[in-house]
């Protein structure tokens, strides 16, 4: 890549493949990003000079019509989930969902995503934008075997004959999770943001709070995966790359949610979501870290010092890194619904579930460049 005056610039003539990868991350700051939606409005004020007023109106009049629906079960868009552009946003890091286990459509879920990041990339590309393709169709290979004129019953995978009778092998396609809707869980404050929250709703976003979640698990349509980001920005202060440190163990509300609404629990580990960002050396009782504290307090909300790369340079802005993010999906932790969970039934299941996610990221971290020797660490 060229360098010029101490910054490594981008190569312009680098592939096709490559320069699709960086539009799709582009256009996901654009549209994800707070002053990248500011931007958004700036052709329609251009189209409309002298009706400012009118349209802000319009969007002040939308907005309070629809301002339950994030905690009302959004209304995402499979088509623009679908966008190829997210396709080529997820090719940038590039990112990747790792299946474990089969989800069952006539169950709901809460699917707890760790760790959490600087901006949890993992989770936008995978459940939001379906930029790894969680959404798609996964080939299958069927072998038939032939009987005189009969067909058998197909095998999956099927080997060699060892009969005079031949197989056929065709090939089939279905859903990676068929019958079931992934949705992100955010924080309430980001629909807020005029624009940035019909973003998030048209990408299946929906509220964090308790009273959306209740109110996604318990209608009537099953099959519903509510992702939830549960070490929250708490745990974005520890996102540093090559560090597995999770917010967990004073984190029990979703397990009581899970209690509540008989959704099953699963765990999901993303590897690499905390190295798409460098973040200033922050340790606990520093001076950063107990300012970045006392606003995550008041506001509900951090803010790391980040270091990412530009648009047009890899030297210094506020893109994330190309490093890969693996995201494991592991199997579902079987839930029985409680009206009233106990503390002992929360403790309890809490401790399972943190089983199993240590279970998942201790199955799978060396196979994605985790030393064998590196923990996780639960706070």
Known sequence: MPKFLGIDWIDPFSSLERKKTYLGMVVHAVYCYPIGNMLLTVPFFMLFPFHWSLLILFYAAWAYYDRNTPSKGGYGLEFIRKWRINRWYGGYFPAGVHKTAELDPSQN?????????IISMGGWVNFAS???????????????????????????????????????????????????????????????????????????????????????????????????????????????PGKHELTLMSRKGFVREA?????????????????????AANPPGSTLRKWQEKLRKSMGTALPMVK???????????????????????????????????????EKLHEKYVEKLVELFEGHKQRFGVSKNVKLVLK
């Open 109 to 117: 879920y809460i699917l707890g995503y760790h760790p959490h990041g």
């Open 130 to 240: 379906n930029g790894s393709g969680i959404m798609d169709m996964e080939s299958l290979r069927y072998g038939y075997q032939n009987v005189g004129n009969f067909m058998t019953i197909p095998k999956i995978l099927c080997t060699k004959s060892k009969s005079a009778a031949t197989v056929t092998q065709i090939q089939i396609f279905q859903l990676q999770y068929p019958g079931i809707t992934f949705n992100l869980c955010t924080l309430g404050l980001n629909f807020k943001i005029p624009i940035r929250r019909e973003i998030l709703l048209l990408f299946g976003c929906i509220d964090c709070s308790k009273e959306s979640m209740e109110y996604a698990l318990n209608s009537k349509n099953q099959g519903r995966a509510l992702v939830l980001v549960v070490g929250g920005a708490a745990e974005s202060l520890d996102a540093h």
């Open 259 to 279: 209690l509540l609404t008989g959704a099953h629990l699963v765990p999901v580990y993303s590897f690499g979501e905390n190295d798409v960002f460098e973040q």
């Open 308 to 346: 990412g790369r530009g648009f047009l340079q890899y030297t210094y802005g506020f893109l994330p890194f190309r490093r890969s993010i693996n995201t494991v999906i592991g199997a579902p932790i079987t839930v029985e619904k409680t009206e009233n969970p106990t503390n002992e039934q929360i």
